[in-house]
């Protein structure tokens, strides 16, 4: 392979940027694309300035020095021409600030629409992806990400292409004012610098990249420790946490010295290089006028266009650093981006037709890995209208049939039918509006209990909201906080009771309303008298819908129509609860299990009575 091969990250790098322009030209916006085209008009505008300023500094220079410079008069040529001078400085800034200020709508534009991208396709990815992702990570590749996009748009955009042609404009003008000699000190001055540049901070993305390795991994951890701060506290680990913290820190620390470090090598690499190269051009101009070929004149403006050389050569310096630090941060977006969304809705898939709620499963196996398989031919059929319980032990499959049922995971043979639609069919959307979930482990976002009960349906009133609220038995105690409904429940609700997060839960599928139910273990981590209470609410929610029961305490499924009994993916057993008792088989050994355990704390409850008294 020669040594001009283009790498895989640079293959990457150009396809990220390939991947920014449709964000910078968008599409069905002409007046976004007006945008662009003013802002390169004015763009060019400040250049022409830029290389024509110096001119007015020459013939002033020589003006005054052939003794035309002794009338005060305004109008006279030298101070005509250096207030031309001082006004082409002025507009020449004036256009670039104006060409940013018409840029940053496109700019930030692109920002926010590759930012909602991003979320929405974050979203729309698999449970397995979420399941193996680090929050910390993310929210860090996704804030760089951010910040890239702009730096990148308008680097690529108002900097590289044309400050190489302001390079080459100037060389030019170099040649035609005072020969091509200096044009090619001027030349290799710029070669020497832009090689320089590229060499060091190719060099510099290696140190960036585990920066940005380093600083995911810091904020991994502190989101992780501060999300299970209970957890800390009852192990007594903030120094541990701490030092772990610390230790990603000090990667984080060591990489940005070297970061700082390399960069500043790299400004002083420059200033040397381009100071080699003006003392080079000055001495040949000093003696080109000690030699009667060159003016003052001549001197001042080969020194005015070095000087402004140096403004684009710094910007291809710093362009070039900024572009490509900016496409490794915007990289990690893109990688998100590119992640396929495992569960992915049919070209021209129906949306899902909610009718009466019967649920088929037909010969279903499904397998989050080929050597381990969770369901194995798994058919049965649940009523509309009517209550079917899924029990077994643990690791039998339970769980994994509600999040089939949503369409968490495509099933491996067989098929789920709704209503007579299959769901792989259809569009995932419209299935998920038809089926309501009230988990064992409610996490409520960190708002206001009206807006955690609201977001079963966005759109619903107050009063609706309040008319869930009691038909869940949590108006009361709402009423009772201090803020009402606009008290905040904390992050992920942990401000409230795991009951009182239960009736939030089971309020806001109230408010959905959904013609179909799934209760996954919804009361198995609470106590006695609490399951109580929100059974008496769950039965109000499931009053006339098809409800599927993920259970693990039979005394909660009792009622059920029917009762399907999972062990090691299959179904062992199924029927009502007292003929599956009669059958004395798995669904038996179970409930007696139960009994006894539920005996057995009863009998400790009470010794903890009497030893109190």
């Not at 003013?38 to 250049?47: R, Y």
């Not at 690529?156 to 100037?170: C, H, K, V, Y």
């Not at 977001?455 to 709402?478: M, R, T």
Request: proline share 3%.
């Amino acid at each position: 392979m020669s040594s001009t091969a283009t790498t895989p990250r640079e293959t990457s790098q150009w396809t990220t940027m390939k991947g920014l322009m449709p964000y910078l030209w968008a599409k069905g916006r002409p007046d976004l694309k007006a945008r662009v085209i003013i802002a390169l008009l004015l763009l060019v505008g400040s250049k022409v300035v830029t290389i024509l300023t110096p001119y007015a500094f020459k013939w002033a220079a020589d003006a005054l020095a052939a003794g035309q410079g002794q009338t005060v008069a305004l109008l006279s040529v030298p101070f005509f021409m250096v207030m031309a001078y001082g006004l082409g400085r002025v507009f020449s800034v004036l256009f670039a600030q104006m060409r940013d200020a018409v840029f940053a709508k496109v700019g930030q534009r692109a920002v926010r629409e590759l930012s909602t991208n991003t979320f929405m396709h974050l979203h729309q990815l698999s449970l397995k992806f979420h399941l193996e992702r680090k929050t910390g990570a993310l929210s860090r590749i996704i804030s760089r990400g951010i910040n890239g996009v702009d730096s990148v748009l308008r680097f690529a955009l108002f900097n590289t292409l044309p400050t190489a042609f302001e390079i080459i404009f100037l060389c030019g003008a170099i040649a035609w004012s005072l020969g091509w000699v200096y044009a090619l000190v001027v030349a290799l001055t710029v070669f020497a610098y832009v090689t320089f540049s590229y060499l060091a901070t190719e060099a510099r993305i290696g140190i960036r990249r585990t920066m940005n390795e380093a600083d995911n991994d810091a904020g991994t951890k502190a989101i992780d420790s501060l999300l299970n701060f209970e957890t800390v506290k009852y192990f007594g680990n903030e120094k541990h946490e701490a030092q772990r913290y610390d230790g990603a820190m000090a990667r984080y620390e060591g990489a940005a010295i070297k970061t700082w470090v390399s960069l500043a090598a790299l400004n002083a690499g420059q200033a040397v290089i381009f100071s080699a190269g003006l003392t080079i051009v000055m001495v040949m101009s000093a003696l080109a006028i000690l030699s009667g070929k060159d003016t003052i004149g001549d001197l001042v403006l080969g020194n005015a266009l070095l000087i402004q050389l140096s403004i684009p050569l710094n910007f291809i310096g710093s362009s070039y650093r900024e572009i490509k630090q900016g496409l490794i941060d915007v990289e990690g977006m893109f990688s998100i981006l590119k992640q396929n969304a495992e569960i992915a809705d049919k070209p021209g898939a129906a949306p899902f037709r909610a009718a009466k709620g019967e649920i088929a499963f037909e010969h279903v196996s499904f397998a989050y890995d080929e050597a381990r398989p969770i369901l194995n031919d798994v058919s049965f059929v649940v009523p509309a209208g009517k209550t079917v319980a899924i029990v077994g032990p643990s690791g039998a499959g339970k769980s994994t049939i509600s999040r089939l049922l949503y369409r968490f995971y495509d099933v491996t043979r067989g098929h789920i039918l709704i209503d007579g639609q299959d769901i792989a069919e259809v569009q995932q959307e419209s299935l998920r509006r038809a089926i309501g979930m009230v988990p064992q482990d409610t996490v409520l976002f960190n708002d206001t209990v009206r807006y955690n009960i609201r977001y079963g349906k966005p759109e619903a009133s107050d009063a609706e909201v309040e008319e869930a609220a009691k038909l869940a038995q949590i108006h009361d105690f709402v009423i009772s906080l201090p803020k009402k409904y606009e008290s905040l429940v904390g992050e992920r609700g942990l401000k409230l009771s795991g009951g009182e997060k239960q009736r939030v839960s089971i309020a806001r599928t109230i408010l959905k309303a959904p013609p179909i139910l799934i209760l996954d273990e919804a009361t198995s981590a609470l106590d006695s008298l609490t399951e109580q209470e929100i059974q008496s609410a769950l039965k109000v929610v499931s009053r006339n819908r098809t409800t599927l029961v993920i259970a693990h305490r039979l005394s909660t499924i009792i009622e059920a129509d029917e009762i399907i009994v999972l062990d090691k993916g299959k179904i062992a057993e199924r029927g009502t609860h007292s003929a599956l008792l009669r059958k004395k088989g798995l669904y038996a050994t179970m409930w007696n299990r139960q009994q006894q355990a539920d005996k057995a704390r009863r009998r400790l409850a009470e010794v903890a009575e009497l030893a109190e008294v």
